[in-house]
């Protein structure tokens, strides 16, 4: 669950989209009571409803103890990651457990070792809890967290974090991801149904991407120890078949995954073995987390799954306006959708689509209707691209949840 | 000032200032201790180029390892040897596996329920519980409640209902909220 190092890192001076942020420092007071992100995941999606973008989403509630690190959108339209901290004193809950955030935050948006939680940052929802500790961790700490530097494993109280979790969070919220920062710098990491990663860790940046890797997206590490195993195993990254890869990745082998990962293909060695185990990329996020290379970026087997995770949770549209049904002639229907960037929207009059990609809004004087009952159909839907998702018909691996990625509204009007 | 030294004192300050650079330089590579978080303030990606893989090496001590690009399989490109070495940052310990386990379980349990096969549910389950006797996130009793929505909805609505009120903090609310409690 914790990872291999990688080769000397390349830079990139690429500016992460959080520069625009508000930065969330230890000098700025704690937004809990506002609901107003550290992250502005709002700001380039200021439009009204008068220009037919998404409206300014309203504060996200993350509780009396809650930050709003990432404010999406509608909790219950939205992947809600849920952060606590352990270890941290009632000064430290508004300083450092908020600067570990805050760091973790800038590499899972930087926009090729991110991806793909830059291009759907506006579908996930992330708050983070403010625990105060009486000691430090592997102490009195609140959660009880430690690690060992033999297993380098990080473990903490789960009963503990699982009731900070409830008193914490309204009770219509809807935890999809939870995790625990630790306030200490060893490298004890943990990638389980609780993610617990070490907050003070100079790379605990990388940590915090690889372990949810697999506590969200159940990765399998890709890197080796001294096995030899055969046996096809339940990871979509990892196979013991690298010609077809058991359908894992087939219809990725060849592809360049550039910037990123470079060639998609079946390399020796995985989820531990040297031998009998293939990775779809020489280096990857669940290889290697170290620095900033680009391909230290998850390979595009690990991005489809992640996506898929997404779509799990979410559908394209937020809300209608006017809602489904019969409406007015000349009225103006509007569909709101997570991000109008990743979702486009088809409009079809009586099943021909007569503007694609044509945005939220469908203004029905304009659509030049002749008289009789007219059926308006607007199909919102993932523009993910062959670079993205290649596995579109179901299947395992969470595939069957591509077909969550688009979703038809359906109007009706009578022109007299 | 300096032109007015000896010679000799002049070679003997430089050496000493010349000293006392490389153990400020040793000193600092030594500590092996992590870097700090970058400056929040500071978004842009900093250079970390072969001054950070150092530190990291050091933190993370690399064994050779044999893999190659040229052990490619069904793949096109370029047989370049891969130069930097990698290593277990872990050993595979029994809790590793554990771990590893119940996230394939809860993986094979996750596309078991998106194809509504209760049937492979209640397998995996069987299996989830005579392996991981503890369940302290209540994945077990919730991907049961999973199951038993997706045979006859009204009858596990009552527990769903339950589940949905008491485990605030599990992953599995969403969908049983979806599947069992808002029934058309």
Redesign the interface.
């Known amino acids: 669950m914790a990872e291999s190092t990688g080769e000397a890192a390349t830079s990139s001076s690429t500016e992460s989209p959080s520069s625009e942020a508000s930065p969330g420092t230890s000098t700025e007071a704690p937004q809990e009571s506002t609901g107003e992100p550290m992250g502005d995941t709002s700001s380039d999606s200021e439009a009204s409803d008068e220009s037919g973008g998404p409206p300014e989403p309203p504060p996200l509630d993350c509780g009396p103890q809650g930050v709003a690190i990432e404010n999406a959108g509608p909790p219950e339209n939205r992947v809600n990651y849920v952060i606590l901290g352990d270890g941290y004193s009632a000064e430290e809950v508004d300083t450092t457990f908020l600067e570990h955030i805050e760091f973790a935050m800038v590499k899972r948006f930087d926009d090729v070792i991110g991806e793909p939680y830059l291009r759907y940052r506006k579908f996930v929802n992330i708050c983070a809890i403010q625990i105060v500790s009486e000691g430090s961790i592997c102490g009195n700490s609140a959660l009880g967290c430690c690690g060992d530097d033999q297993s380098r494993l990080a473990t903490c109280d789960s009963q503990a974090a699982n009731q900070a979790i409830a008193n914490a969070l309204p009770e219509t919220f809807e935890v999809d991801w939870k995790a625990v920062v630790l306030n200490g710098d060893s490298w004890w990491n943990t990638g389980s149904v609780l993610m617990l990663w070490s907050g003070a860790h100079g790379d605990a940046d990388g940590a915090a991407l690889h372990e949810g890797g697999h506590g969200f997206h159940q990765l399998a590490d890709e890197y080796t120890s001294n096995s030899t195993c055969s046996r096809e195993e339940w990871e979509v990254n990892s196979t013991a078949d690298p010609d077809q890869t058991a359908g894992k990745w087939d219809l990725w082998l060849g592809y360049e995954q550039l910037p990123g990962t470079g060639e998609q293909g079946s390399f020796l060695g995985s989820r531990y073995c040297t031998q009998g185990q293939w990775r779809p990329s020489d280096n990857s996020m669940m290889n290697s987390l170290f620095g900033d290379a680009d391909d230290t970026a998850f390979n595009a087997v690990s991005r489809e799954k992640m996506i898929m995770d997404i779509w799990r949770i979410v559908t394209p549209v937020d809300a209608v306006e006017p809602p489904e049904g019969d409406v007015p002639a000349g009225s103006t229907l509007t569909v709101h959708v997570i991000d109008p960037e990743v979702i486009d929207v088809d409009w079809a009059v009586d099943d021909t689509v007569v503007s694609e990609d044509g945005g939220s809004r469908f203004d029905l004087a304009d659509a030049g209707l002749s008289s009789g009952t007219h059926t308006i159909t607007a199909r919102a839907y993932d523009n993910a691209g062959e670079d993205l998702v290649r596995y579109r018909d179901g299947g395992e691996h969470g595939r069957e949840n591509w077909s969550r990625s688009q979703q038809t509204v359906t109007w009706t009007v009578t022109v007299p | 000032m300096s032109a007015r030294l000896p010679g000799l004192r002049r070679a003997l300050l430089g050496l000493t200032v010349a000293l006392a650079a490389c153990a400020a330089i040793i000193t600092s590579m030594g500590t092996g201790?992590?870097?700090?978080?970058?400056s929040?303030?500071s978004?842009?990606?900093?250079?970390?180029?072969?001054q950070?893989?150092t530190?990291?090496?050091r933190?993370?001590p690399?064994t050779p390892?044999?893999?190659t690009?040229n052990?490619?399989?069904?793949?096109?490109?370029p047989t370049l040897p891969?130069?930097?070495?990698?290593?277990?940052?872990?050993?595979?310990?029994p809790?590793?596996a554990r771990?590893?386990h119940?996230?394939?379980l809860?993986?094979?349990l996750?596309?078991a329920y998106?194809?509504q096969d209760s049937a492979a549910m209640r397998v995996l389950l069987a299996e989830y519980r005579h392996v991981h006797q503890d369940d302290?996130?209540a994945?077990q009793a919730g991907y049961e409640i999973l199951a038993d929505c997706i045979e006859d909805p009204e009858a596990a609505r009552a527990e769903a209902q339950q589940y949905y009120t008491v485990e605030?903090?599990?992953?599995l609310?969403?969908l049983i909220?979806r599947s069992c409690l808002e029934l058309d």
């Open positions: 201790e992590p870097r700090g978080p970058r929040v303030a978004r842009e990606r900093p250079p970390r180029a072969k950070d893989a530190i990291e090496a933190v993370h690399p390892t044999v893999q690009r052990e490619t399989r069904a793949s096109t490109g891969r130069e930097t070495p990698r290593a277990p940052s872990h050993p595979t310990t809790e590793h771990i590893q119940e996230l394939g809860i993986r094979q996750s596309d998106d194809r302290p996130h994945m605030r903090a599990s992953t609310r969403r909220r």
